[in-house]
């Protein structure tokens, strides 16, 4: 068969080998298992390093100090919270700490000042933090006075920072002149998210979307050993599934899964048998061209002239084509990331033929944002302002629906922590219950403001399955648990 399923404590594998004339292909449908029960409520590890400099005075510092406020204010008690600010200086508000409102209101009076020290500002929140850490960085301009300031050498910092010590770093870019190979790269070596954040409502919802990564990180650094080939793939939230494509020439005995089980810092080898044959799979094809579209999209953020732009508008035509005359061309898969990447090919023709430094620097962030997005479709990443973002939210539905939400069923022991009534309000359906916290099926399932809200009034941690539901799907799951 050209198929092989694996399950494990800590995640299922579905293997999917493909060949045809042109190429063979090995798919790795990955999903992490939702969080097992501890006796210990599990806790996050939080730096917020905001960037204070001129630039950011107004609006954008406003709703920044407003953001990191919130987020602060909706923590656990037995979370860790530090504070970093910095311009052309670097400043602690706080080591990690439970958060407190004194600490809320501290930050809600941030006020701006000169240039911009970022990696002082990100060196000091990660060395801060304990392995499995999550740094969450946020910047509107340019690296412009520290140790260091190019791109490749902070990129090359937080991937240590990742793979050393297991700290994650996510980057906030915010408005139009920021520097998007830098925060990207960051962001991509770091093992977490990139945000472009066009409106200050991108920048409250990068920080809720943050909030929730940071509770439900499971497994670390997961690499994928086929042959003599390793691919490393980064984080897996809890319940995530990734699809992951590799070309290969032969098909191997096994597949080995290297990764750390952040609940208990357990180093975990999975071997996974192969399939023992090839067959003809659509599925795979239609995924290598996703991956492929988020090669090119890489590719887009490197484009600074005419002839940049040029180059790359013939290899991303021929994907449209590809795409276009695939037998799941209409599904939503290749329906919707078809119409995001012919944005991005009609912006590269215009590009090539009069090159806008203000529209290729618009271009270059939309293109690293889309393809973090494509890497990791569970972050909400997309500006609200994007003319695509509705594209991308249908996209983000299909890749994040499958046959799962079949298995769950709400757990009544749950309506004596909070009333049916109040969790339908909520829009969240309790389907596991443990000690300290509660698994839910929502649609908000990426808005860690809306968890904490819940959290205040239950008492316990609210763990999201990032999973597509509807909020009638939510009502009928607890109504047929409390007729």
Do not use: C
């Not at 600490?103 to 000169?114: E, P």
């Not at 070309?247 to 080995?256: A, F, H, R």
């Not at 999209?297 to 276009?324: C, F, I, S, W, Y």
């Amino acid at each position: 068969m050209n198929t092989t399923t694996y399950e494990s404590p800590w995640l299922v594998a579905r293997l999917v080998a493909h060949a045809d004339e042109t190429q063979k292909l090995l798919m790795l449908e990955l999903t992490a298992a939702d969080l097992p029960g501890t006796e210990e409520e599990p806790s996050v590890q939080l730096a917020l390093v905001l960037d204070r400099s001129g630039s950011m005075s107004g609006q954008k510092l406003a709703i920044t100090r407003e953001a990191a406020s919130r987020l602060i204010r909706s923590l656990r008690p037995v979370d860790q919270v530090g504070v970093v600010i910095y311009d052309d200086a670097v400043e602690v508000l706080s080591p990690p700490a439970p958060p407190s409102e004194y600490l809320a209101d501290v930050v809600a009076r941030i006020q701006s000042g000169g240039s911009t020290n970022l990696y002082g500002g990100w060196v000091r929140g990660a060395k801060m933090l304990k392995p499995g850490g999550h740094v969450v960085l946020l910047s509107d301009g340019l690296a412009n006075v520290g140790r260091y300031t190019d791109a490749d050498t902070l990129s090359h910092h937080a991937g240590i920072s990742y793979r050393k010590y297991k700290i994650t770093t996510t980057t906030i870019g915010v408005g139009q002149d920021y520097d998007e190979r830098l925060m990207s790269g960051m962001a991509r070596a770091g093992g977490g998210a990139h945000y472009f954040a066009r409106s200050v409502d991108d920048i409250m919802r990068a920080f809720s979307s943050q909030r929730w990564a940071a509770a439900n990180r499971a497994l670390s650094q997961l690499i994928v050993r086929v042959g003599t080939e390793s691919h490393l793939i980064g984080d897996m939230l809890a319940g995530e599934k990734q699809n992951i494509v590799i070309p290969i020439e032969e098909l191997p005995e096994q597949v080995t899964l290297y990764f750390t089980v952040l609940s208990n810092g357990e180093e975990v080898r999975l071997t996974i048998p192969a399939p023992d044959q090839f067959g003809v799979s659509d599925e795979v094809t239609a995924h290598y061209l996703v991956w492929q579209a988020r090669d090119l999209l890489d590719r887009a953020g490197e484009v600074h002239n005419h002839a940049d732009a040029a180059e790359l508008a013939e290899p991303m035509r021929v994907l449209l084509l590809q795409m276009t005359n695939h037998p799941l061309a209409d599904e939503p898969l290749l329906a919707n990331l078809r119409s995001i990447l012919s944005t991005s090919y009609q912006q590269l023709q215009q590009l090539a033929a009069f090159f806008d430094p203000h529209a290729a620097s618009y271009a270059r962030k939309r293109s690293y944002a889309t393809a973090r997005f494509i890497e990791h479709p569970v972050y909400d990443n997309v500006s609200d302002m994007d003319a695509d973002y509705d594209t991308v939210q249908h996209l983000v539905q299909h890749l994040t629906t499958d046959d799962r939400i079949g298995r769950y069923r709400v757990n009544p022991s749950a309506f004596a922590i909070m009333p049916a009534q109040e969790w339908i309000r909520w829009q969240m359906a309790p389907v596991e219950v443990y000690d300290h916290y509660v698994v839910v099926l929502t649609p908000h399932w990426r808005d860690g403001f809306r968890h904490g809200e819940v959290e205040k009034r239950i008492g316990r941690r609210v763990r999201p399955v990032p999973l597509s539901v509807t909020a009638e799907q939510v009502e009928e799951l607890i109504r047929q648990a409390n007729p």
